[in-house]
């Protein structure tokens, strides 16, 4: 079990502080989980110093800005601590998330990237983003999101239609995060841009998506660079797999709004990537091999 100990003291503390207006917790271990370079999650699961956090929060109404990015919070304590940040009365910024603003609806561009604000931040992106209805391009690069965060972030985008740019690229999106982005791929009508290149998106998740955008009407620029769009990781380890392939190849044939799509660093064999030049050069698309 992680030792919690310092946690605890800290969060008594706070409880009792009534000068203190930012609090940075990045890249520790506060669920006792923490994730290797491609997403592998090592550690003890223990919700207790997230829900201990939540509690002071609950208490403390000085703080102003709190982060706990890069700590792999999830199920239960990703849902109790959206909530209380969601609910408190005196934070303007939590994750780099700027709270105010995006209530007050006065932001055009939001730059996220980097932030690792993962499920918690997508949960209070989710309830935030649809009435910011002039926020036209939002980054959320680097910022640890998975399936479950993917699931939130969906929810959003059904419900707002004025993103024009998205980035989700370096994150940790898989064949079920594509499947939740494709549901609100079919319905959001703004979306102009979207970026899910260095993620785990492998041939599944590349038929969600392409059979989604044989619906959409709006996209015109993809990015899937650095995937696992054949089966193959980064290194060529896995098992070649070209059913992903020849749905985005189907896809481009259907599609009347993509004029660029970039697939390049997918370890596609010949024969994949004359499918898909294939598709691309008969609807003048530009495609990036």
Not at 110 to 136: E, F, H, N, Q, Y
Not at 220 to 226: A, E, V
């Amino acid at each position: 079990m992680p030792d919690l100990s310092g946690v605890t003291a800290l969060v008594e503390a706070l409880k009792q502080n009534s000068t203190l207006t930012t609090l940075g917790l990045d890249n520790n271990q506060l669920f006792g989980l923490h994730k290797n370079d491609r997403g592998s999650i090592q550690g003890t699961y223990n919700a207790a110093s997230i829900l201990a956090i939540s509690e002071m929060l609950k208490v403390n109404r000085t703080l102003q800005s709190v982060s706990v990015g890069f700590n792999n919070i999830t199920g239960e304590g990703a849902d109790t601590l959206a909530k209380v940040v969601l609910e408190h009365k005196s934070l303007t910024n939590f994750c780099g998330i700027p709270l105010v603003s995006l209530r007050e609806n006065t932001l055009e561009q939001l730059d996220l990237k980097s932030k690792g604000m993962g499920v918690p931040g997508a949960i209070i992106l989710s309830r935030l983003l649809p009435a910011a209805t002039l926020l036209t391009s939002l980054d959320l690069s680097r910022n640890s999101l998975d399936d479950e965060a993917a699931k939130h972030l969906s929810k959003a985008l059904v419900a707002n239609q004025s993103l024009i740019t998205l980035d989700l690229s370096s994150n940790f999106l898989d064949a079920e995060a594509a499947k939740h982005l494709s549901k609100a791929l079919v319905s959001n009508q703004s979306l102009v841009a979207l970026d899910l290149g260095c993620n785990d998106i492998d041939p599944e998740g590349a038929k969600h998506l392409a059979e989604a955008l044989k619906a959409n009407s709006t996209i015109q620029r993809l990015g899937l660079d650095s995937n696992q769009l054949c089966g193959l990781n980064r290194n060529g380890q896995g098992t070649y797999n070209a059913e992903g392939i020849v749905a985005i190849s189907i896809m481009l044939r259907v599609n009347r709004t993509l004029w660029s799509v970039s697939v390049q660093n997918n370890n596609l064999d010949s024969t994949g990537k004359k499918l898909l030049q294939d598709a691309a050069t008969g609807k003048g698309v530009k495609l990036q091999l």
